[in-house]
């Protein structure tokens, strides 16, 4: 018998380790119907799930082995639709294109929502405030594009004839040296309220005492932040990041209605790039391969996201 179920009485004598009382039947009937409840209440969404996202990924990755069109059967060509991407140009630039639109959005979109977020916490701005700042998520992004693309038009925009009269020239949707700039800007604009109320949210859980303790030691509002509040709120921080990161790479619709089914090389992203190459050109199978490789880099760049930010630990337990 193990040292570890046995204890030891007065006189020595080994005797057995009491149980545990057993649970109750009412208990155990409760447990059961919430569990039942549970998985009722779930599986609407799991059926969604499946039918939406996991049915279409295996169809996808079929498609991509095969030579299909939309007018002809799929054809089974093995890995041949991915040995063409590895040469097309198109790809590789246009996955180049989208890296550097997801950086800068990135890098600008967390500076300017983690000062607001801050700004926030500090000032206990009232609740009506903070719901304007989601009216431009809110917006869907057509109507965005459409209302930025009348803005920006290089003969009647408001902005643009704007800026023109304050020596600013060139700023238009279809100015290839401004093109990008643009839509980093409109997308930050439009995102910009949203990650900054999902910071403040991370930042509400930040015990005050941690700043009154430093406030006494002398520490200011720049040391505090840096040393309390961005280590504590890793965890948030790294979902705004990989959620950032992956609606980054996903920018489409900005492109698409911004330029008339017509965008600029510099500003024909990988999704526009997928987008074309099957409903322009009916190259399904050849469009599913690039979405594979597409999932394949985000999926990798999640993970090393995840695992340098220790996403799963969190300071504050």
């Known amino acids: ?29 409760l447990r059961r119907a919430e569990k039942w409840a549970a998985l009722v209440l779930l599986l609407p969404a799991l059926l969604g799930f499946v039918v939406f996202y996991v049915y279409p990924t295996i169809r996808g990755v079929y498609y991509s082995m095969t030579d299909f069109n939309l007018l002809n059967d799929p054809t089974f060509i ?21 890296a550097v639109f997801a950086v800068l959005n990135i890098i600008v979109m967390m500076v ?5 977020a801050a700004f926030m916490q500090r000032l206990h701005l009232s609740n009506w405030v903070r719901s304007l700042l989601l009216l431009p998520w ?35 949707f279809y100015n290839g040296d401004a093109a990008l700039g643009i839509i980093i800007v409109i997308s930050v604009w439009s995102g910009l309220g949203y990650t900054a109320l999902l910071l403040y949210a991370g930042m509400l859980q930040v015990p005050h005492d941690l700043y009154e303790a430093a406030a006494l030691d002398g520490a200011g509002e720049t040391r505090m932040f840096f040393n309390i509040t961005l280590p504590l709120i890793r965890p948030v921080l790294a ?13 489409f619709d900005l492109v698409q209605v911004g330029y008339g ?21 009916y190259n399904m199978g050849y469009a599913s391969a690039i979405a594979i490789l597409l999932v394949v880099i985000l999926g990798a760049l999640t993970f090393v996201q995840m695992r340098l ?8 337990s």
């Open 239 to 251: 979902l705004v990041l990989v959620v950032s990161l992956i609606g980054s790479f996903q920018v």
């Open 309 to 316: 930010m220790r996403a799963n630990r969190s300071d504050l």
């Open 112 to 116: 300017l929502a983690l000062g607001l």
């Open 78 to 98: 093995g890995t041949a639709n991915f040995e063409d991407l590895a040469g097309d140009p198109q790809v590789w630039d246009s996955l180049r294109i989208t």
């Open 138 to 172: 809110l917006v869907p992004n057509v109507a965005i594009a459409l209302i930025w693309g009348w803005l920006l038009d290089a003969n009647v925009g408001f902005l643009t004839q704007l800026l023109k009269s304050i020596g600013i020239s060139g700023v238009s």
């Open 261 to 281: 089914n017509n965008p600029i090389p510099e500003v024909r992203v990988i999704y526009y790039y997928i987008y074309q190459q099957a409903f322009s050109f």
């Open 1 to 29: 018998m193990s040292r570890s179920t046995l204890e030891r009485t007065g006189t020595g004598a080994p005797r057995r380790a009491e149980k545990p009382p057993a649970a109750r039947p009412g208990v155990s009937r």
